[in-house]
């Protein structure tokens, strides 16, 4: 592997040397960092590894499948998906090894652009950049998710009775959702919300979150508050619209009786009845101003008394006590396995 020159994009350039090599003189000239790889081995644990990677050019010779299935992985996985992926097609004799429909299944594959080869240098430096410039806008909007998560962070540290709180209501969410089988998008959906869900607590203050008894009829109308401000504050950021129901209704309860809305039935989707029971597991698991952290055995009655009442959705609250019956969960560390969030959902 060799290293370019500093540069405002950086790119992996994979491919044996008789195929690649005259690509970095390409790209030396539009002054891109690049780093040779001479075939699909390693790159993905590469972009696992490190987000510092913009671009990668698969520039595949006769064993083509191999780099169809790295573009593949790096566009199903979470952690990479976000990267841009092109591919510099041979030129046509090589299209008897490849086979018809090549194109095709290269953009099945999730390749962002396929570059035919012969073609003229100053397309395929247009390309190219357009596919960065893509990457890069990206980026921006992974910048709100990361703004909003670190926002949402800083608000749990004020109330010092809920450390390490969203971390554990994310890791529960996801079991829960992998469980229930909701589709990849609902996942991260329920991840992100794990993390999210009580942003709106920055109206609340501090005295009250950590007040060591119980709250008056108008604090506890302060803290009801905390659904609405959390999803006013979504509301100008597009990528995370898909959110906005699980931290407004994850206080409602399926027989009516939650808030804000009071909603019940069919009207309460399934997603914020899963952020409802991790939030409601991991309140009465975990020592708070106003409790000591009940014993295993009283969480999990408290569990099936609330699903038993309507209170909490049946068939998440079942889902749990199953979760708690492996012995190997551990939803501390189940947070930390889990990817950093993106802003691209799946
Ligand atoms: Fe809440």
Same mark, same amino acid.
């Given at each position: 592997m060799a290293e370019g020159t500093a540069a405002p994009g950086h790119v992996l350039l994979v491919g044996p040397d008789e195929a690649a090599s005259e690509w970095e003189a390409l790209l030396s000239s539009m002054r891109w960092q690049y780093t040779r790889y001479?075939?699909?081995?390693?790159v993905l644990l590469r972009l696992r590894d490190s987000s510092d990677v913009d671009l990668v050019v698969l520039v595949p010779d006769a064993a083509f499948q191999p780099y169809a299935k790295l573009c593949r992985d790096v566009k199903l996985d979470p952690r990479t998906a976000f990267v841009a992926v092109v591919f510099l097609l041979p030129p046509v004799f090589f299209l008897p090894v490849i086979g018809p429909g090549c194109r095709a299944k290269i953009f099945a594959s999730g390749a962002d652009d396929c570059i035919q080869l012969p073609a003229p240098s100053q397309e395929i430096q247009v390309r190219l950049s357009n596919a960065l410039h893509s990457k890069k806008a990206t980026d921006s909007l992974e910048d709100a998710t990361s703004v909003i998560t670190s926002l949402a962070n800083a608000i749990e540290g004020r109330?010092?009775? &809920?450390?390490g709180h969203v971390e554990r209501v994310s890791a529960y969410c996801v079991e829960l959702g992998q469980r229930l089988d909701v589709d990849e998008a609902d996942l991260y959906a329920l991840r992100l919300a794990g993390t999210?869900?009580?942003?709106?607590?920055?109206?609340?203050?501090d005295f009250i979150l950590n007040k060591p008894a119980p709250l008056t009829e108008g604090e506890m109308q302060l803290i009801k508050r905390h659904p609405i401000a959390g999803c006013d504050i979504l509301q100008p950021l597009r990528t995370l619209q898909i959110i906005r129901p699980l931290v407004r209704w994850h206080h409602e309860r399926p027989n009516g &009786?939650?808030?804000?809305?009071?909603l019940s039935g069919s009207d309460l989707p399934l997603l914020p009845r899963i952020v409802a029971v991790a939030d409601f597991f991991d309140a009465v698991s975990t020592a708070r101003p106003y409790h000591p952290a009940y014993p295993p055995d009283e969480c999990r009655h408290m569990l099936q008394h609330a699903a038993a009442n309507g209170d909490l959705d049946a068939d998440a609250a079942d889902a749990l006590l199953r979760i708690l019956g492996n012995? &190997?969960?551990e939803p501390v560390a189940a947070a930390g396995s889990l990817p950093p969030v993106k802003a691209t959902a799946p």
């Amino acid at each position: 592997m060799a290293e370019g020159t500093a540069a405002p994009g950086h790119v992996l350039l994979v491919g044996p040397d008789e195929a690649a090599s005259e690509w970095e003189a390409l790209l030396s000239s539009m002054r891109w960092q690049y780093t040779r790889y001479p075939s699909p081995e390693g790159v993905l644990l590469r972009l696992r590894d490190s987000s510092d990677v913009d671009l990668v050019v698969l520039v595949p010779d006769a064993a083509f499948q191999p780099y169809a299935k790295l573009c593949r992985d790096v566009k199903l996985d979470p952690r990479t998906a976000f990267v841009a992926v092109v591919f510099l097609l041979p030129p046509v004799f090589f299209l008897p090894v490849i086979g018809p429909g090549c194109r095709a299944k290269i953009f099945a594959s999730g390749a962002d652009d396929c570059i035919q080869l012969p073609a003229p240098s100053q397309e395929i430096q247009v390309r190219l950049s357009n596919a960065l410039h893509s990457k890069k806008a990206t980026d921006s909007l992974e910048d709100a998710t990361s703004v909003i998560t670190s926002l949402a962070n800083a608000i749990e540290g004020r109330d010092k009775y &809920t450390r390490g709180h969203v971390e554990r209501v994310s890791a529960y969410c996801v079991e829960l959702g992998q469980r229930l089988d909701v589709d990849e998008a609902d996942l991260y959906a329920l991840r992100l919300a794990g993390t999210v869900h009580d942003i709106g607590k920055v109206v609340v203050p501090d005295f009250i979150l950590n007040k060591p008894a119980p709250l008056t009829e108008g604090e506890m109308q302060l803290i009801k508050r905390h659904p609405i401000a959390g999803c006013d504050i979504l509301q100008p950021l597009r990528t995370l619209q898909i959110i906005r129901p699980l931290v407004r209704w994850h206080h409602e309860r399926p027989n009516g &009786t939650g808030y804000p809305d009071a909603l019940s039935g069919s009207d309460l989707p399934l997603l914020p009845r899963i952020v409802a029971v991790a939030d409601f597991f991991d309140a009465v698991s975990t020592a708070r101003p106003y409790h000591p952290a009940y014993p295993p055995d009283e969480c999990r009655h408290m569990l099936q008394h609330a699903a038993a009442n309507g209170d909490l959705d049946a068939d998440a609250a079942d889902a749990l006590l199953r979760i708690l019956g492996n012995p &190997t969960f551990e939803p501390v560390a189940a947070a930390g396995s889990l990817p950093p969030v993106k802003a691209t959902a799946p």
